[in-house]
């Protein structure tokens, strides 16, 4: 199955280098580009793409709300493609903002084209693309200035079991399946079964909004390892 993608920068040859990169993947199709969000937002609803490749920095309007646009469409509009944020800067407060606002991750302009290859499909495939290091901290310093959000994160917790919960503490900590099904000898199918509940739970998209919920409800301190 192919999947179709959209690049919304404001530079051109960094729209050209990733299309170019990209369409050169026999699984990935390039349907589009837009140098803004409001174009990219445009250009989303016309073509359906499965993957938003989307710069944090743009005039007229910016990728966080151009994210939030295309996340949480209005009424009569059913696409919501999957956003995968690209940044300059490994910790950016725009950064986990999408996140908040439903982005599946994050990536840098600089990293390696394999891993921009690799990036867009793990979100094409419904997985948050999360780099255990950057994102601990990049969440860690922004919950640290932050008060609980939305919704009352810390009473939704109370309808996890406790194994749903132990497993949400370590997606927040940054630990993939197998890692995770090592730490508390279970299968990983069966860490799957537990992660799919805990999201369906907590009405959360994705690993993604998964750590940002479980720092804003204080399950997870910043600074803990």
Sequence with gaps: MTTRVIIVDDQAMVRAGFAALLAAQSDIDVVG???DGAQGVELSRRTH???VLMDVRMPEMDGLEAARRLLAPPPGVTHRPRVLMLTTFDVDDYVYEALRAGA?????????PADLI?????????DALLVPSVTRRLIA??????PAARGNPALRLKGLTERETEV???????QSNSEIARTLVLAEQTVKTHV????TKLDLRDR?????FAYESGLVAPGEQ
């Design 196 to 199: 799919s509940r805990v999201l």
């Design 33 to 35: 580009e837009a140098p």
């Design 168 to 174: 949400l503490t370590l997606v927040a900590r940054g």
């Design 208 to 212: 993604a909004q998964a750590v940002v």
């Design 118 to 126: 690799a990036a867009v499909r793990v979100v094409a495939a419904g």
């Design 141 to 146: 310093d922004f919950a640290k200035q932050r």
């Design 104 to 112: 599946s991750g994050f990536l840098l302009k600089d990293a390696p």
């Design 49 to 51: 793409p499965d993957v």
